[in-house]
């Protein structure tokens, strides 16, 4: 019998590192092994009340069906109250499609606006799943890396990048994995440039209230002078710790990209958890203080995960100004971010995602959304490791 080949697309495709670094985390715990897990991409937090009385209130009623293809009216009213609160923009419910997760709305967007041949242009370092997504759809990632040192491209950089095939830019801020925000004039420069060239322009904003410092994110809306460019990724993971719920949305002034993306989510999953939705409108309608207080969490932890690393010398650190992630460059101790990360993950039990995985080598992306006597003790043995290390080759 001949070999059943796959697809080419399937060859083409690599794993998620940061779902494969989780993978490997679980199977060490489950070993008994005292591993320490900074590699992580979800607030511990426990889920908002609101929405664990939605999903239980729900199950008792005992229908849980089929809901609408691209999310309840309940869900959608929310989204709009959300985008009209945080963005002073008033959309429809024609506007907004609701996901399994920021990952989904991000696809269908994908799959509804490009073709093959087309380029998607995005920033290094750049979320793990978007090359492979753009391969998925057929088009090309076109990456714009910055200049050595700096976790950020400069506006040239993008206008450079683009060419008659672009078909969409990606900008994710805050960043996973540098936690970094682009400022008001790269922003506005390049929701300028999406139209002027007439290509679109997907924001990431799935951490844009994760920020630190009294920091806020720019708003594209305030410099995009008819919004059809324009696509809002976000959801409920980072926000709420319901990374389990899989709901996300996309909004877009462009009905027709949102009645596309809906036509590609109704033929691929029909629809979203009836469960899920619930609890999603629950949480976004619900008590908001839990954001404010996983904030305040969160850059405590950011604080005593940049105290520590300022005890290993070589490093190079940007300060994160939002999400859970910092994006230190390791490049002294060795270059192979792949391979340093797995001799941490041998010799001092900590799992920390390689910086090759978010196309820039050197980096190591550690997370504080951990405890903060994980993040301690984390440090203290990446340090041990990294003196031994040293130790071996003087
Ligand atoms: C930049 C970025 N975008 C999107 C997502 C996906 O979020 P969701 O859980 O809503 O699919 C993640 C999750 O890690 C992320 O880091």
């Keep these: 019998m001949s070999d059943l080949t796959l697809s080419k697309r399937a060859q083409s495709i690599g794993d998620s590192a940061t779902l494969k670094i989780n993978a490997l985390a679980r199977a060490l715990k489950k070993e008994g092994k005292p591993l320490i897990h900074l590699g992580g991409g979800e607030p511990v937090f426990p889920a908002p009340q609101a ?5 239980v209130e729900k199950a008792q009623s005992r229908r849980i069906k089929y809901t609408p293809s691209s999310g309840t009216p309940e869900l959608k009213e929310a989204v709009i109250k959300y985008t009209l609160e945080n963005y002073g923009k008033k959309v429809a419910p024609e506007n907004i499609i609701i996901s399994a997760g920021a990952k989904q709305a991000l696809f269908n967007f994908l799959l509804a606006a490009v073709e093959e041949g087309d380029e998607v242009i995005f920033p290094a370092p750049y979320w793990v799943s978007y090359p492979e997504m753009v391969k ?17 491209v400069s506006f040239e950089q993008i206008e450079s990048a683009v060419t008659d095939k672009t078909k969409a830019i990606l900008l994710n801020s805050p960043n996973n994995p540098s936690g970094l925000i682009f400022d008001a004039a790269f922003v506005k420069a390049v929701v300028q440039l999406a139209e002027k060239k007439n290509i679109f322009l997907l924001m990431d904003d799935i951490y844009h209230k994760l920020v630190f410092d009294g920091k806020s994110c720019p708003n594209p809306y305030d410099y995009s002078t008819n919004g059809q460019n324009l696509v809002i990724a976000n959801g409920v993971s980072k926000l709420y710790g319901l990374t389990g719920l899989r709901i996300g949305w996309a909004v877009s002034e462009n ?13 691929s999953t029909s629809c979203n958890s009836d469960l899920s939705e619930v609890a999603a409108a629950a949480a976004l309608s619900g008590d908001q203080s839990c954001i404010k207080d996983l904030c305040s969490l969160l850059q405590s932890n950011r604080n005593v995960l940049l105290a520590e690393l300022a005890q290993i010398p070589h490093l190079k650190i940007h300060q994160p100004q939002g999400t859970f992630y910092s994006f230190a460059d390791f490049s002294y101790y060795n270059p192979d971010s792949q391979a340093l990360a797995q001799y941490l993950l041998e010799k001092a039990l900590v799992a920390v995602v390689p ?8 980096y190591l992306r550690i997370s504080f959304c951990a405890s903060q006597d994980s993040i301690v003790e984390g440090v203290r043995r990446i340090k041990q490791a990294l003196e031994n290390l040293s130790l071996k080759e003087d």
């Excluded at 990632?141 to 040192?149: A, K, T």
């Excluded at 910086?355 to 050197?362: E, N, P, Q, T």
């Design 355 to 362: 910086g090759v995985a978010f196309g820039l080598d050197g």
């Design 51 to 55: 929405a664990v009385e939605a999903i």
């Design 255 to 267: 009905k027709s990209l949102i009645s596309a993306m809906g036509r590609m989510q109704a033929q």
């Design 136 to 152: 998925m759809a057929g088009a090309t990632p076109v990456i714009v890396r910055p200049e050595q040192g700096s976790l950020q």
